[in-house]
């Protein structure tokens, strides 16, 4: 179906972004353990490398907002989620999704665009002589953020119709198939007519 398939291509997506930023995090976490050896150990350092952390951090958390979302690792508050039906669930996350969270990337994407196009305007760098270049790319995250996570918010709400049509169509063929039991009494003859049509049918013949 046109909506799991559509679904399934925007959560391969979110999951290799998700793959990727995992390396990102293990490059964060040597880099900051060589700084802190450098620092305390060679009484040195570097702002290019501190910068580097600062981007790679930047990088996992805003463009693993999508990937969390597709792991369902957001912090949510389902008291009254959990014990809902599977329709109810359904209707939830797509009123989720059109109300708060397709407006919030909207806005989100709309307000840092031109924080970004300014950066880019002038490729911005870093204020330090020794700090790392591309400044412009580290303010790039937001609206670049902002647009993964809609496309992930997308595939939420195609699977939460999927469900709802499912359980609309389940609801119908169930009506249908009892509507059809209740009738085939009235419509089938009983044992004893089918009897008495064979034997008026048996004189007629002879």
Request: neutral net charge; proline residues 2%; glycine residues 10%.
């Amino acid at each position: 179906m046109f909506l799991l398939r559509t679904a399934g291509t925007l959560d391969r997506f979110a999951s290799r972004c998700g793959r990727l930023l995992a390396w990102f995090t293990l490059a964060m976490v040597l880099i900051q353990s060589l700084i802190v050896a450098l620092r305390y150990g060679f009484d040195g350092g570097s702002l290019a490398m501190q910068d580097a952390v600062t981007y790679l951090h930047g990088a996992a958390f805003m463009l693993g907002l999508a990937y969390a979302l597709q792991a369902n690792a957001h912090v949510r508050v389902d008291v009254f989620y959990r014990t809902l039906s599977a329709r109810g669930k359904a209707w939830v996350d797509a009123s989720g999704c059109l109300i708060f969270l397709l407006p919030l990337c909207a806005f989100i994407g709309y307000g840092s665009w031109q924080f970004a196009a300014s950066s880019w305007a002038v490729t911005e760098s870093s204020n330090s002589a020794d700090g790392l270049g591309g400044v412009y790319l580290l303010k790039s995250l937001i609206p670049l953020a902002a647009a993964t996570l809609m496309l992930q918010g997308l595939s939420q709400l195609a699977r939460a119709l999927h469900t709802l049509m499912q359980v609309e169509s389940d609801r119908g063929e169930a009506g249908a198939s009892a509507t059809g039991t209740a009738a085939e009494p009235a419509t089938d003859p009983r044992p004893e007519s089918r009897t008495l049509v064979r034997e008026v049918a048996g004189e007629a013949s002879a």
